[in-house]
């Protein structure tokens, strides 16, 4: 049983300090809660983190065929290159049409967030090999087995973790409704700027 608690807080902490830093998700997640009001950035989050268990659910089952096989994660990270490069663009093609716009809040549904915010994150190619890595990590520490309650820990850990830095970030966005206005305006420059940043950190780790 202790085994379990270690291996909880490990996989969260690991989920959260992946998560804390602007990307993707978290740019979008405080962006959605900016634009379509608060709930609906938690409901996109959700998404996100369902998304984020299936992932670490398909990364337990593949962590040793990925450690044994460095030649997939490479042809991940190259589908990740264009992933990347494809929504700097729409980003930016996004951030100069909009320049204009006024902020408004939005009704929406809460499906259709729960939804983007699923399909958002599996865009994200780098989450399986990154949890692949850590099972990988903490099978070699004692920490995991391949036993039901094992998984069920890992998967749900790393949920909670993404999911609670997701959560910060639609809540810190949206306390600050004087910056609002200048937040939504930018944001699409800042998600392109970030993928232009992850495209050039996955291509000196393809070229390593």
Not at 17 to 26: D, H, I, R, S
């Amino acid at each position: 049983m202790s085994h379990l608690l270690i291996l909880f807080f490990a996989t969260f902490s690991a989920a959260f300090m992946a998560t804390v830093p602007p990307g993707l998700l978290n740019m979008n997640a405080a962006k959605v809660s900016v634009t379509k009001g608060k709930l609906n950035g938690i409901v996109f989050s959700l998404g996100i983190s369902t998304t984020i268990l299936l992932q670490a659910l398909i990364a337990v089952w593949i962590s040793k065929f990925l450690h044994n096989n460095p030649a997939v994660s490479e042809w991940l990270l190259k589908i990740a290159v264009v992933v990347f490069a494809v929504f700097a663009i729409y980003f930016f093609i996004a951030a100069r049409k909009n320049k204009q716009d006024e902020v408004r809040i939005v009704k929406v549904s809460k499906r259709n967030s729960y939804f983007k915010g699923m399909g958002l994150a599996a865009l994200n190619l780098l989450t399986i090999p990154y949890y692949s890595g850590l099972n990988v990590m903490w099978n070699a520490s004692g920490w995991i087995k391949f036993q039901v309650w094992d998984i069920m820990i890992f998967v749900l850990a790393a949920g909670c973790g993404t999911f609670t830095v997701l959560y910060m970030y639609t809540v810190y966005f949206n306390k600050l409704e004087n910056k609002n206005q200048r937040f939504s305006k930018n944001s699409n420059y800042i998600l392109s700027v970030l993928m232009v940043v992850l495209l050039i950190v996955t291509l000196i780790r393809i070229f390593k």
